[in-house]
C-alpha cells in the first residue's frame, strides 16, 4: 500500500496548486477589469473619469443600496419619506448568508438594489448587460423600465422565473444615473445578482457576448467529435471499455456546455422556446452524471488502483441526484448540490492519489492521465468553489477539460503506438511460428508417407500368413484357431486401409497423387461397389439399390479412384443407416453427371454439412459414438472428386437420412467404356469392419466351480478374444458383453462377478458411464473395475479412476501385466470379503454374549421367583441338568448352588432314578401335563444322608425352554406358587410380544383400528395401577436412598466381575442410555445420575434398577461380599 506520508505529500500538493490557481485567477480577474476600475461606494459610483472607448466596459461592482423584503420603484426614493431598512450589499453576490439584523438570509425571498452612477462630461449612447439574476428581475433607468425578465413576485406562486442574456441600451450624459433593480427568487438556490452587471458601449458589449458564444460553440463541436470518436472505437473493440466512458464524458459535457448559464444559455440560440427550467436542469444532470462516468474510466484504466465499491457508491449517488433533478422542485434540487460538490472535489483527490500511485508502479501511460486529470480537476475544483461564492474567481473549467483531453490524446497516442509495435512483433513470430509449423507439417508428412510405407510389409506378412494358415498350409486347423486366424486378418485389413487412408491424405495434401483417366462406365462400377459392400449389412434390413440407368453416359475419370469414392460413401451409407435402403443414382447434364448416393439413416445435422469433410471429422465424435471410423474418407473422397475437375457435397435431412452428391465430366462421345476392374473383396479398399465370431468367443477349457467371474465389456471382438484367451488359460471364467447396456443387463439379471474389465469408448453407453452407474451400487472392493483404453492420455485415466475405477491398463498390453492387474485386484476383493466376514462373526459374538446376559438374567429372576415358594423345589432341564434350585432346598439338603448347577440329576437321586428319567421323557413331549400326586423317591444330601419322601412333577415354560420343576414336600398337588410364576412368565412373553408390535404400528395402521388406541389406554392404565399396588411402600427418603446405595453396589460389583467399564454395565444390561462424545469417549449420562442422591430424578424408575442389579447378580459368579449386600438391598428395594 501507498505509505501515510505519500498520501499526505500528494494532497498537500494538490492544495497548493489549487492556492496558486485561485491566486492567478483572482489576478487574472483584476488585471481584466484593469486595476483603476472605479467601485461603487455606499450605493454611488464615480464614472467621471472612465474612458468607455480607451478602458472598454465597466463592471458595475460595489455597495449597491440593498432594500429586503420590499419591492420599490423609483417614485419611492423622491417622496419625501424615504424608504426604511435600507443597507449595502457588495456585488456581484447572492444574497444567501447575508446577516440582515441578526438572522441569516436564505435564498428565498424578495428585495431591492439601487445604485446613482456620477457620470461625465459627455452625453452617451451606452448599454448593459444582464446575466445570472436570480429569478426574476425588473430595471428601472431613471425612472424608465428599461428590461424585465420573467415575472417578480412576494412568493412561489407570484413569480415566473426566466433566465436570459439581455443588453438593454440606455442614454447617460452630465446628470447622475439611477439604477433601481427589483430581484425576487423562489425557485433556485441562489438569489440575488451572482454575475457583474456590465456598463459599456453596445458594440463592445454586443462582442464580449459573441466571443463567448464562439469559444463554447468551439468547445461543444470538440466535445462532440471527441465523444463520438471514442464511441466509435469502442464499437469496433469491445474488450476495452475505457474508451466509451471517456466518450460518455465528452457528450455529457457538451450537453453542460450547451445548457450552462456560464456560457450564455447557448442552447436558447437554436431553441428560443426552451424553458430555462428545463435548461438548468440539463445542466446540472450532466455534470452530476459526469463524475461516476470520469471515475468508471479511471478504473478500467487501471483496475488495480481504484476501489470498485467506492465506484458502486459513486453510481448510486449519482442516480439518486439525477433522480432529484428530474422530479425534484427545482429549489430542492439546486439545494442539494453543494452536497455533491463536496463529494466531487473528495473523489478528485482520492482519484489523483491513485494515479499518483498508478505513476509510481509504472502503469502505462499513467504520467499523462495524471497531469491531465490533475488540470482537469483544479479548473473543477476551482469552479465549484466558486460556485459556492467560497472564493473569488473565473470559471476555468474549459481550460482544465481541455487540457485532459489533450493528455488523454497523447496517452492514447503512446498506447496505439504500443500496440502497433506489439502487432507487428506478434506478427513477425506469427510468421516465425508459420515457418516453423510448415516445416513440422513436411516433416509429419514425410513420417507419415515412411512409416505407412513401412507399415505395409509387416501387414502384408500378417495377413498373408493368416490367410494361408486359414486355409491350411500347415494342415487341418480346429475351428476356434480359423475363427482366430479370421480376427487377425481382418484387424490387418483394417489396419491396412487405415494405412492406405493417411497416404491418400498425405499425397493429396502434395498434390502427388496422378489420375489415369479414362471412360468409364458408372453403373458396372456401382454394380461392383454394392456387389462388394453386402457383407458390410451383417444381416440388417437394409438394401443397396443400384439406381443408374444402363443408358447413362460414360464419366471421364480414373476407375481405381473413383471406385474408392464410391466405397467411402456407400461404406458410411451403411454404418450410419439401420434398415431401409441405400440408393445410389445419377443425372446426366450438358457436360457432367451428377451422382446421388442416398440413405434413410439418421442423417447429418445442418451444422455439420461441411465440417464433416474435414480430416478425422465425424458427425458423432463423442466417446459414446455408435459408430467405428476415424473420419478420413469423407475429406479424401471430396479431394478426389475435386481432382477429377467435380463437387462434392451433402445434404441434410436430420433423422430421415442423407444425400451425398458428386459431379463428374462426361467423357468424349467416341470413347469406349474400359472394362471394370472386378477385384476380389481382400483387394479393394473397403473399410473393413471386425466380424463377430461366436466360435472364437468359446471357453478354452471348462472352469472350474470356484473360478472367478470376470465380466469383459468390449465393443470389439478380437479384444474380447484376447482377454477371454489369456484369462481363459489361466482357469478364470470370462464372460463377455458388446456394449455397456448388455453388460448391465447382465449384472441387473442378478449374475455375479468377481472383477470387471471394461472398455473405456464403447458406443451408446461409454465406460464411464457403465462404472459411474457400478458405483452407485458396489463399492470399489465390492466389485473391482479395471478400465481398458487406447487412449493413455492423463486426463482419461484421471476421469476414469474419478468415475470409480479401480485401475487401468493401456492397449496393447502384455499378458503378464494383465493378468497382474487382475489378480491383485481379486486378492482386494477377497480381502474385502474376509473382512465383511469377520465383521459378521464379531456381531454373533456380541450377540451370543448378550444372549447369554440375558439368560443368566433370566435365570437370576427365576431363582429369585423360586426362593419365595415355602418348599424345596430343582428344576431340571432338557438336557438332563440341574438348572435351579431355591433358598429353601439349600438349606435342607446341604448343597450350595455352585455345586449343583450343571450337574447331572442322577447326583440327587439313587436307585429311583427311572422316575425322572421317564418325566423327563415325557416333558419332551410339547404340552405334556405332569402335575399329579408325585411319587415317594430317595435323594441323596450333600453330607450323604439319605432323603426319603413325596416329589411332585410340574412343567414350567421359561423363554424358550421346558423345565422340569420337582417339589419335594407333604403337598399333595402343586403349590400356586409355580401357577403364579409360570402365569408371570407367560404373561411377561405377552408383554415383549406386545411390545414388539407396537415398534412395528404406523399412522395408517391406527386409522384402520380405531379403536386400538382405547384399548392402549385401558392397558396403560390397568398397569400404572398394578405398578403403583404392587411397588412396596417404604419412607419416600429410605426408598430414594436405598436406590442409590443398590445402583452403587452394582457399580462396584460389575467393575470387580467383569472388569469393564461402567458404560459396558449400560449397553450390555439394555436399561441405560450411551452418548458419544465429539471427542470420542462413551458418556451415560442418565445412569450417573442414580448414583447421587441429589441428582437421582424426583420419579426414579425402580424397575430400570432393579433390572440392572439382577443382571450385575447374574454376570458375578461365586458368593462374594459384594454379591451377598447387592442382592440383600435388591430384596429389600422388592420387598418394601
Given amino acids: 500500500m501507498l505509505s501515510a506520508l505519500l498520501i499526505r505529500t500528494v494532497i498537500c500538493v494538490y492544495f497548493a496548486m489549487t492556492l496558486a490557481l485561485f491566486s492567478c485567477c483572482a489576478s487574472g480577474a483584476d488585471a481584466a477589469a484593469g486595476n483603476s476600475a472605479p467601485v461603487a461606494r455606499q450605493g454611488v459610483l464615480d464614472l467621471g473619469a472612465w474612458d468607455f472607448r480607451g478602458n472598454g466596459a465597466v463592471d458595475l461592482n460595489g455597495e449597491w443600496e440593498f432594500y429586503w423584503k420590499q419591492l420599490l420603484v423609483p417614485d419611492d426614493f423622491h417622496r419625501a419619506n424615504a424608504p426604511n431598512g435600507k443597507t449595502f450589499l457588495a456585488l456581484p453576490a447572492a444574497w444567501n448568508g447575508v446577516r440582515l439584523n441578526g438572522q441569516k438570509l436564505g435564498g428565498d425571498g424578495f428585495a431591492t438594489f439601487r445604485l446613482r452612477i456620477l457620470p461625465g462630461p459627455e452625453k452617451r449612447e451606452l448599454a448593459l448587460h444582464l446575466d445570472d439574476l436570480y429569478s426574476a428581475y425588473r430595471l428601472w433607468s431613471n425612472g424608465r423600465l428599461i428590461v424585465e425578465s420573467g415575472l417578480v413576485g412576494k412568493d412561489v406562486s407570484a413569480e415566473v422565473p426566466s433566465q436570459s442574456v439581455r443588453q438593454p441600451r440606455l442614454t447617460i450624459g452630465d446628470q447622475p444615473l439611477e439604477l433601481v433593480l427589483q430581484i425576487s427568487n423562489h425557485h433556485y438556490r441562489e438569489g440575488g445578482i451572482v454575475s457583474p452587471i456590465k456598463l459599456g458601449t453596445a458594440e463592445q458589449l454586443a462582442a464580449a457576448q459573441i466571443r463567448q458564444w464562439g469559444v463554447a460553440m468551439f468547445c461543444i463541436g470538440s466535445l462532440a467529435v471527441m465523444g463520438i470518436y471514442h464511441i466509435a472505437l469502442f464499437c469496433f473493440r469491445r474488450k476495452n471499455s475505457a474508451p466509451l466512458y471517456f466518450g ?225 498350409a500347415a494342415g487341418q486347423l480346429s475351428e476356434q484357431a480359423r475363427a482366430s486366424l479370421e480376427m487377425i486378418s481382418g484387424s490387418g485389413r483394417r489396419l491396412n486401409n487405415l494405412v492406405n487412408d493417411i497416404l491418400d491424405l498425405s499425397r493429396l495434401k502434395n498434390r502427388d497423387i496422378q489420375l489415369h483417366r479414362k471412360s468409364v462406365d458408372l453403373r458396372s462400377l456401382t454394380d461392383t461397389v454394392l456387389a462388394v459392400s453386402k457383407p458390410l449389412v451383417h444381416g440388417r434390413r437394409l438394401a443397396l439399390v443400384n439406381d443408374i440407368s444402363r443408358c447413362m453416359p460414360l464419366v471421364d475419370g480414373d476407375e481405381d479412384r473413383l471406385q474408392q469414392v464410391l466405397f467411402n460413401l456407400v461404406g458410411n451409407a451403411i454404418k450410419f443407416t439401420g434398415q431401409g435402403e441405400v440408393t445410389v443414382s445419377a443425372a446426366a447434364g450438358n457436360s457432367e453427371i451428377e451422382i446421388s448416393v442416398r440413405d434413410t439413416g439418421i442423417g447429418i445435422p445442418p451444422d455439420k454439412l461441411e465440417s464433416i469433410f474435414n480430416a478425422f471429422e465425424q458427425v458423432d465424435s463423442s466417446a459414446a459414438r455408435n459408430h467405428g471410423g476415424v473420419g478420413l474418407g469423407l475429406g479424401i473422397s471430396r479431394q478426389l472428386i475435386e481432382l477429377h475437375g467435380g463437387r462434392l457435397w451433402a445434404e441434410a435431412h436430420p433423422g430421415s437420412g442423407s444425400i451425398f452428391r458428386f459431379t463428374l465430366p462426361l467423357a468424349p462421345s467416341d470413347a469406349a467404356p474400359a472394362a471394370i476392374d472386378n477385384r476380389g473383396h481382400d483387394e479393394l479398399p473397403l473399410p473393413v469392419t471386425a466380424p463377430t465370431f461366436s466360435a472364437a468367443l468359446a471357453a478354452l477349457t471348462p472352469p472350474s466351480a470356484n473360478a472367478p467371474r470376470i465380466l469383459a465389456v468390449d465393443d470389439d471382438p478380437v479384444n474380447l478374444q484376447v482377454v477371454k484367451n489369456q484369462l481363459g488359460l489361466e482357469g478364470m471364467e470370462v464372460i463377455t458383453a458388446a456394449n455397456g447396456r448388455e453388460a448391465l443387463a447382465l449384472i441387473e439379471s442378478g449374475e455375479i462377478f468377481h472383477l470387471i474389465l471394461l472398455d473405456m469408448m464403447m458406443p451408446g453407453m461409454t465406460g464411464f458411464e457403465l462404472c459411474r452407474g457400478l458405483r452407485k451400487r458396489y463399492n470399489s472392493a465390492e466389485l473391482p473395475v479395471i478400465m481398458l483404453t487406447a487412449k493413455n492420455r492423463i486426463a482419461d485415466l484421471t476421469e476414469g479412476l474419478e468415475y470409480g475405477a ?124 405332569l402335575a399329579g400326586a408325585g411319587e415317594i423317591l430317595e435323594m441323596i444330601t450333600s453330607d450323604g444322608r439319605r432323603w426319603s419322601g413325596r416329589v411332585i412333577p410340574a412343567a414350567l415354560e421359561l423363554e424358550d425352554e421346558r423345565l422340569l420343576v420337582l417339589m419335594l414336600g407333604e403337598s399333595q398337588v402343586v403349590t400356586p406358587s409355580l401357577l403364579w410364576i409360570e402365569d408371570l412368565l407367560q404373561n411377561r412373553r405377552r408383554l415383549q410380544q ?20 382405547e384399548d392402549l389406554r385401558l392397558v396403560d392404565r390397568s398397569l400404572e395401577r398394578m405398578s403403583r399396588e404392587l411397588t412396596p411402600e417404604l419412607p419416600e427418603q429410605d426408598q430414594r436412598r436405598l436406590i442409590v446405595d443398590a445402583m452403587k453396589l452394582a457399580l462396584e460389583l460389575w467393575s470387580e466381575a467383569t472388569g469393564t467399564a461402567k458404560a459396558d454395565l449400560a449397553r450390555l444390561s439394555g436399561q441405560w442410555a450411551v452418548y458419544v462424545n465429539l471427542d470420542g469417549w462413551e458418556r451415560t449420562q442418565t445412569l450417573d445420575r442414580y448414583l447421587s442422591i441429589d441428582t437421582l430424578p424426583a420419579k426414579p424408575r425402580l424397575k430400570k434398577v432393579l433390572c440392572t442389579g439382577d443382571f450385575v447378580l447374574s454376570s458375578a459368579h461365586g458368593d462374594t461380599p459384594q454379591r451377598q449386600r447387592l442382592a440383600t438391598a435388591l430384596d429389600h428395594l422388592r420387598n418394601g
Fill in 806 to 929: 479401480n485401475d487401468y491398463l493401456g492397449k496393447p498390453f502384455a499378458r503378464e501385466e494383465l493378468l497382474a492387474r487382475v489378480r491383485a485386484q481379486l486378492k482386494v476383493r477377497e480381502a474385502h470379503e474376509t473382512a465383511l466376514e469377520n465383521s459378521r462373526l464379531c456381531r454373533e459374538m456380541e450377540l451370543r454374549a448378550q444372549t447369554e446376559a440375558e439368560l443368566r438374567l433370566t435365570q437370576c429372576r427365576l431363582t429369585g421367583m423360586l426362593n419365595t415358594v415355602q418348599e424345596p423345589i430343582i428344576a431340571i432341564n432338557e438336557s438332563s441338568e440341574i438348572a435351579f434350585c431355591n433358598r429353601v432346598f439349600e438349606e435342607s439338603f446341604c448343597y450350595g448352588v455352585d455345586e449343583l448347577l450343571g450337574q447331572p440329576f442322577e447326583r440327587l437321586f439313587g436307585a429311583s432314578t427311572e422316575v425322572p428319567q421317564k418325566w423327563l421323557n415325557v416333558l419332551d413331549k410339547s404340552g405334556a401335563d
Fill in 248 to 472: 460518455i464524458y465528452c457528450l455529457l459535457w457538451m450537453g453542460y456546455f450547451l445548457t450552462s448559464n456560464s456560457n450564455g444559455w447557448v442552447a436558447s440560440l437554436y431553441f428560443a422556446k426552451i424553458p430555462v427550467q428545463f435548461l438548468i436542469r440539463v445542466d446540472l444532470i450532466c455534470f452530476v452524471l459526469s463524475v461516476p462516468v470520469i471515475y468508471s474510466f479511471l478504473r478500467t484504466l487501471y483496475p488495480g488502483e481504484f476501489s470498485h465499491g467506492l465506484q458502486q457508491i459513486t453510481w448510486a449517488l449519482a442516480a439518486i441526484f439525477a433522480a432529484l433533478g428530474i422530479a425534484a422542485p427545482a429549489m430542492a434540487f439546486t439545494s442539494v448540490i453543494p452536497a455533491y460538490y463536496i463529494f466531487s472535489i473528495v473523489l478528485i483527490l482520492y482519484s489523483l492519489v491513485m494515479l499518483f500511485m498508478a505513476m509510481r508502479r509504472k502503469r502505462e501511460g499513467a504520467s499523462f492521465i495524471l497531469l491531465g486529470f490533475l488540470a482537469l480537476g483544479l479548473a473543477g475544483t476551482n469552479d465549484m468553489l466558486h460556485d459556492l461564492q467560497l472564493i473569488s474567481s473565473v470559471y476555468m473549467f474549459r481550460t482544465g477539460m481541455f487540457a485532459f483531453i489533450l493528455f488523454q490524446a497523447c496517452a492514447l497516442s503512446i498506447r496505439f503506438s504500443q500496440a502497433f509495435s506489439t502487432v507487428e512483433q506478434l506478427s513477425g513470430e506469427r510468421e516465425e511460428h508459420i515457418l516453423a509449423l510448415s516445416r513440422m507439417d513436411r516433416l509429419k508428412d514425410e513420417f507419415l508417407a515412411n512409416t505407412s510405407h513401412e507399415l505395409r510389409t509387416p501387414l502384408n506378412g500378417i495377413i498373408g500368413l493368416a490367410e494361408s494358415l486359414s486355409a491350411g
Fill in 994 to 1013: 406386545m411390545e414388539e408390535t407396537l415398534n412395528g404400528l404406523t399412522p395408517l395402521v391406527l386409522e384402520r383400528h380405531p379403536g386400538f388406541i
